[in-house]
């Protein structure tokens, strides 16, 4: 019989994450968007910014989570995942 | 702001996240023919789907569809595939690729399309309290109407063969293959198209994510621009995922085979003009 790991606790806490992220971002990107002042220029950075890493933080948590929780198989393949998307990430910046 | 734009990526957006698809494949050549430069195109279709992709990730969460050992297990093998098929790009011709990609859509969608009726049924045993991912397992409970339906992704072997392939296909074309991914999940690994299509959008953002990192990186993101895609993005992915939340799993799965259709039908319509 499997555990059943429970979809709250910390998945709580990256859905509660992934709403402020979600609307700090629209608020950031909407600046970004009308404004083509610094300031707008500022706020449509920090935007994207927030839509780059949120996916990858989201990634990390549940490799923190599964690691203390003991599922160890699925931490190591988390922990695969971020390695190969930046060292893609780094391989394609590289070749430019 | 580009009206334009905005318009185009909440309506990309929403496909993309109703379906699992991503809809960067719809965005990108939508955007050319409306006078954005292709150079210009591609970051910002991987901006559409990072930002639907965080749009959708609170209802799928809240709503317990997304199961992220699934996500995490398949994107390592489709990612591994696409950093291959990013490094050899350029080994395959543009049009050839384009062909491959519109017939894997067609396929994809027929699959899907053929099949009738509810394939996982609640399990009247199951409660509450039995939702949510096995741990060390790529199986689960999730809450349909008053039931919980339990799955478990089979065919592993062939899944991951497809999956491989669906990553080095996107990395050779430079998409996030979130439309091949969906069908895979729901029709080779028979997991429940809702849980397929909201895995795969969590899935899709994380690949975005990373083709972001490195746009930005060679300057190559319009910061303006980029922010108005992410504004439409943003409403589109809540919609689309509100949407998605809405339909049985037939009407789902028929929805994510006629966008497949378009899928292949804009990818013919690509490479009969290459």
């Known amino acids: ?25 629209f608020l950031a990107a909407f600046i970004g968007a009308i404004s083509d002042s610094g300031v707008g220029r500022v706020c449509a950075t920090v935007a994207l910014t927030l839509i780059a890493v949120a996916p990858l933080a989201r990634v990390a948590l549940l490799v923190t989570r599964w690691r203390r929780i003991g599922d160890l198989v699925f ?15 780094l391989i394609a910046a590289m070749r430019g | 702001m580009n009206w334009a734009e905005f318009a185009l990526s909440l309506l990309t957006a929403c496909v ?14 939508l955007l050319v023919i409306t006078g954005t430069p292709p150079r210009s195109a591609a970051p910002l279709g991987l901006v559409s789907v990072a930002s639907g ?3 959708a990730a609170e209802r799928h969460l809240r709503e317990q569809t997304v199961n992220h050992r699934l996500g995490v297990a398949t994107e390592l093998i489709a990612s591994t595939g696409a950093v291959v098929g990013a490094i050899a790009s350029g080994l395959a011709g543009d049009r050839l690729l384009t062909v491959v990609l519109a017939a894997v859509a067609l396929a994809a969608a027929l699959l899907g399309g ?17 939702i949510g991912e096995h741990v ?22 062939v899944a991951s063969t497809l999956f491989a392939s669906a990553g080095l296909l996107a990395g050779l074309a430079g998409a996030s293959g979130g439309f091949i991914k969906t069908p895979t999940t729901s ?25 972001l990192l490195v746009y930005a990186l060679q300057g190559r993101v319009d910061a303006r621009a980029a922010a108005t895609v992410c504004c439409g993005s943003l409403i589109g992915g809540r919609l689309g995922a509100s949407i998605q939340s809405r339909l049985s799993p037939v009407g789902v799965r028929r929805v994510v085979s006629v966008l497949l259709v378009v899928v292949a039908v804009a990818l013919t319509a690509k490479a009969v003009k290459q």
């Open chain 1, 75 to 89: 931490c190591a393949l988390g922990a695969g995942l971020l390695t190969v998307v930046g060292a893609g990430a």
């Open chain 2, 16 to 29: 993309g996240s109703l379906g699992g698809l991503g809809g960067a494949i719809l965005l990108v050549p």
């Open chain 1, 1 to 25: 019989v499997s555990v059943v790991d429970r979809t709250d606790g910390s998945l709580g806490t990256i859905g509660r994450l992934s709403h402020i992220a979600s609307w700090a971002a």
């Open chain 2, 114 to 130: 053929r099949r009738k009726g509810i394939r996982n049924l609640p399990d009247p045993r199951l409660g509450p309290e039995d």
């Open chain 2, 53 to 55: 992709s965080l749009a």
């Open chain 2, 136 to 157: 060390g397992t790529l199986a689960g409970v999730y809450p349909l109407g008053d039931g919980y339906v339990p799955y478990r992704a089979e065919r592993l072997a």
């Open chain 2, 187 to 211: 029709e080779v690994m028979k997991v429940p198209v809702r849980v397929a299509a909201a895995t795969t959008t969590f899935t899709v953002g994380v690949t975005a994510a990373a083709g």
